[in-house]
C-alpha cells in the first residue's frame, strides 16, 4: 500500500469535482426547486453506491448540518422485500426503473449512481425517469457511456477506481446538502 498514491488518486477524483462545480451548482438548484414544488428525491445504485443512495437520503430526511424541515428523499436500495420479490420475479436489470414507475411523478428528481456508468439496472431506472418526464442525473466514473446520453445532467469522475470515485460522489452529495442547507436556513 502507497499512501502517496492513494492520495495523489483521490485528488486527482476530487479535482473532477472542481471541473463540475457549475454542475453541482445547477443540480443543487433543481433539487431545491424539486423540493419547494412538492417533488421527492429519489437515489438508487449498486454496492458501495446503494450505501450513498441511503446516506443521502438520510442526510436530506434528518439533516446535514443544520436543523431544518425534512426533505422528501428515498432511497430505493433499502426494501429487501421489494428488491428480493422483484428480482425474483422479474429481473435485477428492472428493479429500479420499476419502482420509478410506480413511485415517481414529473415534479421528482432521480439521481442514479454507478462508477463503471454501465449499470444497467442504473441505466435503465434513469431511461425511465427521463421517460416519464422526471429530472434525472448521473453521478459515474471517467468513462462516458450511455447513461451520460440518458440524462438531464451528469458528472464524470476522472478515475478508473472504484473507491475513489464513490469518495468524489460522496463529496458531490455533500455540497448539495451544503447548498440545501444554506437555502432552508433562511
Known amino acids: 500500500m502507497d499512501i502517496k498514491v492513494a492520495v495523489k488518486d483521490h485528488q486527482q477524483a476530487i479535482d473532477s469535482v472542481i471541473f463540475a462545480q457549475d454542475t453541482v451548482l445547477q443540480i443543487t438548484k433543481l433539487m431545491i426547486e424539486c423540493l419547494e414544488n412538492g417533488g421527492k428525491v429519489l437515489w438508487f445504485g449498486n454496492g458501495g453506491s446503494a450505501s450513498e443512495a441511503q446516506h443521502m437520503a438520510a442526510e436530506l430526511m434528518v ?6 424541515q425534512p426533505l422528501a428523499s428515498i ?4 426494501d429487501s422485500s421489494i428488491l428480493t420479490s ?37 441505466v435503465k ?9 422526471c429530472i434525472s442525473i448521473a453521478l459515474v466514473g471517467k468513462n462516458a457511456t450511455p447513461v ?32 440545501l442547507d444554506e437555502y432552508y436556513k433562511k
Open 63 to 68: 439533516r446535514y448540518k443544520i436543523n431544518r
Open 125 to 133: 431506472a434513469l431511461a425511465k425517469a427521463k421517460q416519464m418526464g
Open 148 to 179: 451520460t446520453k440518458l440524462v438531464d445532467l451528469s458528472i464524470q469522475i476522472n478515475s478508473l477506481e472504484t473507491a475513489r470515485i464513490q469518495e468524489a460522489h460522496t463529496f458531490i452529495n455533500h455540497l448539495v446538502c451544503e447548498g
Open 86 to 122: 422483484h428480482c425474483n420475479d422479474y429481473e435485477f436489470a428492472t428493479v429500479f426503473a420499476r419502482q420509478i414507475e410506480a413511485l415517481a411523478t414529473t415534479k421528482d428528481m432521480v439521481i442514479g449512481m454507478s462508477t463503471s456508468g454501465t449499470s444497467e439496472n442504473v
Open 75 to 78: 432511497a430505493l436500495t433499502t
